[in-house]
């Protein structure tokens, strides 16, 4: 019986020094090696991968496809969910799927309805609409050169390397980070990805409202999160197929409308109580960028 237990560890250890070579093996340890070598990217050759490492994305040079999808894949269903910057990777770089963009001054003009994050596109400022998408954003890319001068170079790095640090870098705005932003934002503008705000409470009624603008108080029913009621009070969307729906942008201060009508009390109550917590500040635009799907009425309503 111990002899069998000898011969059994003894097996055992001979597979373990085995799967340690193998894996050893793949791992490339001469100092003179490059491992950066398509686009920049760095080549995974540990344990047999051989993959390109795009940091969202996996790319699989034997087949020329990514292996994983776009982490906002959804928002262009017209485009394959394994696509790399839109089809288009010479003439545009997409780190994790989103983009600010700037002007030829370095000056931040907004994004396109992929968000924040990302690598800069730079354009005219004719050009940019807060409407854009993704897609014509980089269509319309003129690239870092075509910043006019050091100082507006200067002043696009200053920005863009503060942007981790602005409340809307993840794309959702809590309370405290609008109202801090009302006192020391300086009015500058903040954006907000619709598809993280809370729109539970609204209902699509099917397709045939496409195009229809409407104007609802989060805050009384239209969303089912206190904190995002608070800070968009209310909001206009406008009807899109599928469902889904755009929002327009808003100001984020405490103006008080007329008691004389009834229908302003309740949002009247709501600005003196949301003033009061704020305190002394500039009033901003909050600007929802992206798009979000209603749940529907009835499930078989399209």
């Known amino acids: 019986m111990q002899q069998s237990n000898r011969h059994m560890k003894h097996a055992i ?6 799967i340690v070579s193998l894996t050893g093996s793949a791992r490339n340890t001469n100092p003179d090696y490059q491992s950066y ?20 994305r996996q790319y699989d040079p034997a087949t020329g496809l990514f292996t994983s999808m776009d982490p906002l894949c959804e928002k262009y269903y017209h485009i394959s969910p394994y696509a790399y910057c839109a089809g288009n990777p010479v003439n545009a770089v997409d780190p994790d799927g989103k983009n600010p963009i700037f002007d030829k001054y370095g000056k931040l003009m907004g994004v396109d309805d992929w968000g ?11 050009d940019f609409s807060y409407k854009l998408t993704h897609e014509d954003a980089l269509k319309m890319d003129l690239g870092v050169s075509s910043l006019v001068d050091d100082k ?56 045939k409202y496409v195009g229809v603008e409407k104007t609802f108080n989060l805050l009384l029913g239209g969303s089912l999160s206190i904190n995002d009621g608070l800070v ?31 229908l302003n009390w309740m949002r009247n109550i709501e600005t003196l109580i949301g003033k009061f917590y704020a305190g002394k500040g500039t009033p901003y635009e909050i600007i929802p960028y992206g798009n979000k799907k209603l749940k529907t009425l009835f499930p078989w309503q399209k």
């Open 232 to 262: 968009y009070g209310n909001m206009r969307l406008k009807r899109y197929p599928g469902n889904t729906v755009r929002a327009y942008s808003d100001i984020y201060d405490f103006d008080m409308k007329s008691w004389k009508n009834p």
């Open 37 to 56: 070598k398509y686009g920049g990217k760095e080549f995974q050759h540990a344990h047999g991968l051989d993959l390109y490492d795009f940091l969202a």
């Open 13 to 18: 250890l001979i597979i373990v020094l085995a």
């Open 152 to 207: 507006a170079k200067e002043k696009y790095e200053k920005t863009y390397n503060n942007l981790p640090n602005r409340p809307d870098w993840d794309g959702h705005i809590t309370l405290s980070e609008a109202n801090d932003w009302y006192r020391n934002g300086k009015g500058e503008t903040l954006y907000a990805d619709l598809e993280l705000i809370n729109l539970s409470g609204i209902v699509s009624l099917g397709d």
């Open 116 to 126: 924040l994050k990302g690598d800069a596109i730079f354009m005219n400022r004719q």
